[in-house]
């Protein structure tokens, strides 16, 4: 265990891998468990407790995992009960909520905001000022751009809220708004300003307010006639698949 900063305080009842290091004025609650070889920046808050915790004596702090490799970079705060996998990364100033899961290689972007209650496969990777809203359920490869909104009350104000769910290898275009429990397919493009209220098959392309299905995605074309989508045959940098090529 490497400890650079000042000011840090891990609980003893955390788990720390070897070779982590923890910028200046850190907290690290209790049943955290980070792996080997990851970085937790200033100011980071990593196990915050849960509402339970100010009026409950004998509350105790649920589990949180944050996988080896990962970055968590400076005034992060993530709340316990979560899961992050292998190599997770944040931007500055991210708040994660409990019960969030994440998989491996996953990017989340500065001012982001994850309402807990999710999950993430692999891959995924979250641009800066992303909002996901309680109940989200996000495949694998899929990626969100800035200034996105996911809402899980369609009829505000309500009880019953359902996320939404997004397929793998979707592509969610700026300042785009995916409401309640709906269902976006695999391989699909949400343009910039999209406001998605219902659901969408595979490989469509979605635009408009209200969005609506345009077209595949398979017959858009670059500037020398080549196929833009599936966008896993174009697109290598930070994939698995790079090296196959």
């Given at each position: 265990?490497?400890?650079?900063?000042?000011?840090?305080?891990?609980?003893?009842?955390?788990?720390?891998?070897?070779?982590?290091?923890?910028?200046?004025?850190?907290?690290?609650?209790?049943?955290?468990?980070?792996?080997?070889?990851?970085?937790?920046?200033?100011?980071?808050?990593?196990?915050?407790?849960?509402?339970?915790?100010?009026?409950?004596?004998?509350?105790?702090?649920?589990?949180?995992?944050?996988?080896?490799?990962?970055?968590?970079?400076?005034?992060?705060?993530?709340?316990?009960?979560?899961?992050?996998?292998?190599?997770?990364?944040?931007?500055?100033?991210v708040t994660i909520r409990e019960n969030t899961r994440i998989g491996n290689h996953c990017k989340v972007g500065t001012n982001s905001d994850l309402q807990g209650h999710l999950t993430m496969g692999d891959f995924c990777q979250l641009h800066s000022n992303v909002?996901?809203?309680?109940?989200?359920?996000?495949?694998?490869?899929?990626?969100?751009?800035?200034?996105?909104?996911?809402?899980?009350?369609?009829?505000?104000?309500?009880?019953?809220?359902?996320?939404?769910?997004?397929?793998?290898?979707?592509?969610?275009?700026?300042?785009?708004?995916?409401?309640?429990?709906?269902?976006?397919?695999?391989?699909?493009?949400?343009?910039?300003?999209?406001?998605?209220?219902?659901?969408?098959?595979?490989?469509?392309?979605?635009?408009?307010?209200?969005?609506?299905?345009?077209?595949?995605?398979?017959?858009?074309?670059?500037?020398?006639?080549?196929?833009?989508?599936?966008?896993?045959?174009?697109?290598?940098?930070?994939?698995?698949?790079?090296?196959?090529?």
């Amino acid at each position: 265990m490497k400890f650079n900063g000042i000011n840090v305080r891990i609980s003893p009842n955390a788990i720390i891998g070897k070779n982590v290091r923890f910028g200046d004025d850190t907290v690290i609650y209790d049943n955290v468990v980070i792996g080997d070889n990851s970085i937790i920046a200033n100011n980071c808050i990593i196990g915050e407790p849960l509402s339970d915790y100010y009026s409950h004596e004998n509350y105790q702090n649920p589990q949180t995992v944050i996988g080896a490799d990962s970055l968590i970079r400076s005034h992060c705060i993530i709340y316990a009960g979560s899961t992050f996998g292998t190599h997770f990364s944040t931007g500055h100033r991210v708040t994660i909520r409990e019960n969030t899961r994440i998989g491996n290689h996953c990017k989340v972007g500065t001012n982001s905001d994850l309402q807990g209650h999710l999950t993430m496969g692999d891959f995924c990777q979250l641009h800066s000022n992303v909002h996901l809203c309680q109940f989200s359920n996000l495949g694998n490869f899929v990626f969100i751009y800035p200034n996105v909104v996911m809402a899980n009350d369609t009829h505000p104000p309500t009880e019953i809220v359902k996320g939404p769910t997004v397929g793998d290898y979707t592509q969610i275009g700026i300042q785009s708004s995916i409401v309640g429990g709906v269902a976006v397919g695999e391989h699909c493009l949400i343009g910039a300003g999209a406001i998605v209220t219902e659901d969408f098959e595979d490989y469509s392309l979605i635009i408009g307010s209200p969005a609506v299905r345009k077209s595949d995605v398979r017959s858009m074309k670059g500037e020398e006639n080549e196929a833009l989508y599936p966008w896993k045959d174009r697109f290598m940098r930070g994939m698995p698949w790079a090296d196959e090529n």
